[in-house]
């Protein structure tokens, strides 16, 4: 079983200095749980602090089912997904869960409440449901994955195996707990009985960095986001002392910046993981072993030893059988999520994937079994009997400029394509003709002072398609 450590190890430091052992984070969890008497949902608004942490580990301990939504969560939301999921149980701080009607206030934590929902709905709950983690579709439904208890150990255990996570290891929080990479970190060092050094500080902040020094941290996770203002801060210029360890999850560096990780990870000896995953596989799938970062650069790498990855035709549903050819992307493993839930009425069904994932992700293989993504299936547009490919075409962008952020969306009949403030627009409509066979009227160039992006760091397309929408 998970989170069952009660050594007087140290399991959480606070970016305020406050240390809590494993026993305490234990005994806090299990203090917080007592005042819930049965299996049920619980909304817990997530900070990467120590009272949200040891509630969400004994959630998993005592079999109630934690459904994580970010802290700056927007009240309308938060309401709906109260009527839509109907938990019994909200945790989070008291000064924003006030505002919220029809709960009641049951224990206090300091500044954080557990608070009983007082309309209640008696609904079954499938035996293996351990956790729900939302995703957003690319139409803004907030759904939510079902995650299995059989999921999270599987998973938990393979990155644990793979990054070689020890007791000794010590880490910073450079992402949500609510995000399911994020929080796969967040279960891999606590399952192996390491350190973890608990901040919400932008990693833009100095005293993000002082936190990071001050704390001896060995490790850094991040998506291409965090890696892009890490370049900016001029990090991978310098030698950090304590670190020995980098990984990178949540979509493909830009070739120029992941040259230049991996070329600083030689030099300082720091073993260096870019992997793969979902949120439909409990986080991760593959990864890419650092001794391949040079020679296989840009590859997602090979599956975890659980699962297995092939691809099939898109039109026939086929499995492809030879390497350098296109198509969708196909996991299985025992960290395979159950499937959806759009309300509470899902939570009583079954495993509806049975292990089986179909990423909807473009790939091909190499000869030596190397997957390389290509794109999103959902991710092209056709104009004038073209099919573009817009993740094909962003990163082509990017890489002739220099990793400057390029990014298209397709929207009635027509391709918007918006650019960092940066660049040239002449120089990069010539790009366009030149390397594609778009003519000058199929497409229009949308200068944006910054490309938006979600709280994980990628890239937001509902905004970005709202944004095309209102011209």
């Known amino acids: 079983m998970l989170f069952e450590n009660k ?75 109260i009527e839509q999921y109907k938990p019994q149980y909200i945790f989070g701080k008291i000064k924003k869960l006030n505002n919220i009607n029809n709960i009641k206030l049951v224990f206090q934590i300091r500044e954080y409440g557990l608070f009983m929902c007082s309309e209640k709905k008696i609904y079954d709950i499938y035996r293996n449901l351990a956790l729900l983690l939302t995703t957003s579709g690319s139409t803004g439904d907030y759904k939510c994955v079902r995650i299995s208890y059989k999921n999270l150990i599987s998973n938990t255990e393979e990155i644990i195996s793979y990054l070689k996570i020890k007791e000794s290891c010590k880490t910073i929080t450079t992402l949500p707990m609510n995000y399911a990479y994020g929080l796969s970190i967040i279960n891999s060092y606590l399952q192996a009985g390491a350190q973890i050094l608990l901040t919400d500080l932008s990693i833009i902040k100095p005293s993000f960095w002082e936190a990071f020094k001050i704390n001896k941290c060995n490790s850094i996770s991040g998506v291409p986001y965090t890696y892009e203002i890490m370049d900016r801060l001029g990090f991978f210029e ?99 999520a159950l499937g959806y839930a759009y309300s509470y009425k899902d939570l009583s069904n079954a495993d509806k994937w049975n292990g089986i994932l179909y990423t909807g992700d473009l790939a091909y293989y190499d000869s030596d079994g190397f997957f390389y993504i290509c794109g999103r299936k959902n991710r092209y547009t056709k104009l004038f009997g073209l099919r ?36 040239c627009l002449d120089e990069l409509n010539d790009f366009i003709i030149s390397n594609t066979q778009l003519k000058k009227y199929m497409f229009e160039l949308k200068k944006i002072d910054e490309i938006p992006t979600n709280n994980n760091g990628k890239v937001n397309y509902m905004e970005l398609e709202r944004l095309a929408e209102n011209e």
């Not at 230049?260 to 260096?272: A, D, G, P, Q, R």
């Not at 082509?396 to 918006?418: A, D, P, Q, R």
């Open 7 to 81: 050594s007087n190890n140290i399991a959480v430091i606070e970016d305020n200095g406050e240390i809590f052992t494993y026993n305490q984070l234990y005994k806090c969890g299990e203090m917080i749980i007592s005042h819930i008497k049965e299996r049920c949902l619980i909304i817990i608004l997530c900070e990467n602090k120590s009272e949200i942490i040891a509630l969400y580990t004994a959630s998993i301990r005592n079999h109630i089912i934690p459904l994580l939504l970010q802290k700056e969560v927007k009240e309308t939301i938060l309401n709906n997904m």
């Open 238 to 336: 310098k030698k950090s002392e304590y670190l020995d360890t980098l990984t990178q999850a949540g979509g493909a560096l830009p070739n120029k910046l992941n040259k230049k990780i991996v070329e600083y990870s030689k030099k300082n000896k720091i073993v260096f993981f870019s992997m793969y995953g979902q949120t439909e596989a409990t986080a991760r799938i593959s990864y890419l072993e650092s001794r391949y970062n040079e020679s296989k650069m840009g590859s997602i790498g090979k599956p975890l030893n659980c699962g297995k990855l092939y691809l099939v035709n898109s039109e026939d549903g086929e499995i492809i059988k030879k390497d350098k050819e296109i198509g969708e992307l196909v996991y299985e493993g025992p960290n395979v």
């Open 388 to 423: 573009i490919f817009l993740d094909d075409l962003d990163k082509k962008c990017c890489e002739y400029f220099n990793g400057i952020k390029v990014v298209s969306v397709g929207k009635k009949n027509h391709l918007y394509i918006f650019y960092d403030k940066q660049l």
